[in-house]
């Protein structure tokens, strides 16, 4: 093989471990949402999600039949969910809703959005979130404070 040819394979190889190394480590990070402030934003409603909202929040998530990585997300949301009173947790069938995936610009499944008590998006996520940074998430968009352990894990988090 030729020096440009080694060279070349050399450029692909490294672009391609440092694309997967920032896709793995941006997968299941609750972003705010590009809508985040944008008053003409429509809240979902419970008919369009399939299911109610909470009184404070609401964690959807959609997810597709032959996805595995769609039952971690949904044993994490339903742990958050039951940890924080008035959230709820509706699981939306991406194949039966695609208006709604459409509409919300779903890539793929699991995704999770974040909804205020109005049901407007306020976080969103793709892959498995972790379960201490839903709740970090849930605490600023229902303005309550975080149970001691999640604080203590953000804490150690933030000085590595």
Known sequence: MSWPGVLALAVVIVAATAWAGWRRRRAGTLRVS???????????????????????????????????????????????????????H?????????????????????????????GVERRRAGGVPRKHEVLAALAEVVDAPLPRDVQARLASEADA
Do not use: I, K, N, Y
């Not at 402030?37 to 909202?53: K, Q, R, V, W």
């Open 34 to 88: 590009r809508s985040q402030g944008d008053e003409t934003t429509a809240a979902l409603s419970p008919a369009e999600l399939g299911g109610p909202l909470g009184e404070r929040a609401t964690l959807v998530q959609f997810s597709s039949a032959f996805c595995r990585p769609c039952v971690a997300t949904r044993q994490v949301l339903g742990a958050a969910a039951a940890t924080v009173p008035g959230v709820a």
């Open 90 to 118: 509706v699981e939306v069938d991406a194949e039966s809703h695609l208006d709604l995936v459409r509409r919300l610009r779903v890539g793929a499944t699991p995704t999770t959005l974040l909804l205020d008590a109005r």
